[in-house]
């Protein structure tokens, strides 16, 4: 049985409705996954760095910009600390 998460009434002039807020039972979403097609394996992101030829973490990778420039290929913004 769900958990009750706030009890109360709406009052409409002389008229007062109970009302009790439940908490979801059930998560309903759908999730959505890329296969490979050929055997049905999982197909994962993976970040790779074209000047080192290696898969870099989520934590080296910072925002930037592609410039129009042929003499600066790319501009990165300074990276945030994150506390």
Do not use: K
């Not at 908490?23 to 050929?38: G, I, K, M, P, Q």
């Not at 080192?52 to 930037?64: D, K, L, S």
Request: charged residues 25%; glycine residues 8%.
């Amino acid at each position: 049985m769900p958990a009750d998460i706030v009890n109360g009434a709406i009052s409409f002039g002389l008229v007062s409705v109970p009302i009790t807020v439940l908490s979801a039972t059930e998560d309903h979403s759908v999730r959505y996954r890329r296969f490979h097609t050929a055997d049905n394996g999982l197909v994962r992101n993976r970040y790779w760095c074209d000047p080192e030829a290696r898969e870099v973490t989520f934590g080296e990778i910072g925002p930037g910009y592609e410039m129009n420039c042929p003499t600066a290929r790319r501009q990165a913004r300074p990276a945030v600390t994150r506390p």
